[in-house]
């Protein structure tokens, strides 16, 4: 057997002598893993989404007649990423009514000059600038333009908060990843020393008779990874499909997988196993 066959046999002694506190510790690390990737995954959807409430507007845009021409509205607005709603008389009467059901009534008892007070009405919604406002009432088929902000100031103070919590859930859950680690390093510490004391019997540097150690607690930062992994790709087939954690309030809907934190998560897992076999008492030869 190649010295590397026998490292990994070696490293895979305490999972076949502790099999279910083993199996447990590998299900119950992957849900952590799974809480982080879920958390980094939010917090860079609440990002862009926290951007786009801050730079998006909302502009109405009301025409000289009902068959004045939209595309050079479009043009000027430029975005392709922009809403724009195209509302004509009944339209805004309708959306009216509920709110001013007086004057309704009185923009319909008036006839056609009443309805003509409102010919058509445009809403774009989305990341329009100020340039292109200011384009839009230049246009000599335009009457009237009303620019403001999208969202409320209290929605972007919102967002700010929940990225605050969500970081300290990440916090929180490299810390229970830390505890993990330790109560494998301890689960495993009796194997460990007798794996180490009979490498050292053999003329192995005590250094590298460490070596199975540090393989056992990667193969189990790996076997938990993939049941991270494999419960990620069901939850965002059948349950995050929709993204109902923000609703409407989010860009795309779609939780996109997080490269970074699941790069932060490996880093942290090996930066822990490196410390928690190469710090402990040499076996004495």
Known sequence: MSAAGLMLRLSLLPFRRSRVVIGLMVISLAQLMLGLWFCGS????????????????????QMKDAESPVDAVRAAIGNGTVSVEEWKTEEVLAKME???PELVQTVRSIGNEGLQLIPRLLVARGVISEEAVNQIRLLTEVARV???????????????????????????????????MVVFER??????????????????????????????????SLASAGISTGEWLFFRKWIWRNNAFLGELSIDRVLSFPWLMVG????????????????GRAVEE
């Open 98 to 100: 509920g709110e001013e």
């Open 187 to 220: 689960i495993q510490a009796r194997d460990a020393r007798e794996v180490t004391a009979n490498l050292s019997a053999w003329g192995v540097p005590a250094w590298k008779a460490r070596f199975p150690a540090l393989v056992s607690m990667l193969v189990l």
């Open 42 to 61: 939010l917090l860079g959807e609440i990002s862009e989404t926290r951007e786009y409430a801050r730079d998006a507007r909302l502009v109405t845009i």
């Open 264 to 279: 932060v998560t490996f880093a942290v897992v090996a930066v822990l196993s490196v410390i928690l076999v190469f710090s």
């Open 146 to 180: 009303d620019a403001g902000p999208s969202h409320h100031s209290r929605l972007l103070g919102f967002y700010q908060h929940l990225g605050l919590e969500i970081r300290i859930a990440v916090a929180l859950l490299l810390l229970l990843v830390l505890v993990q």
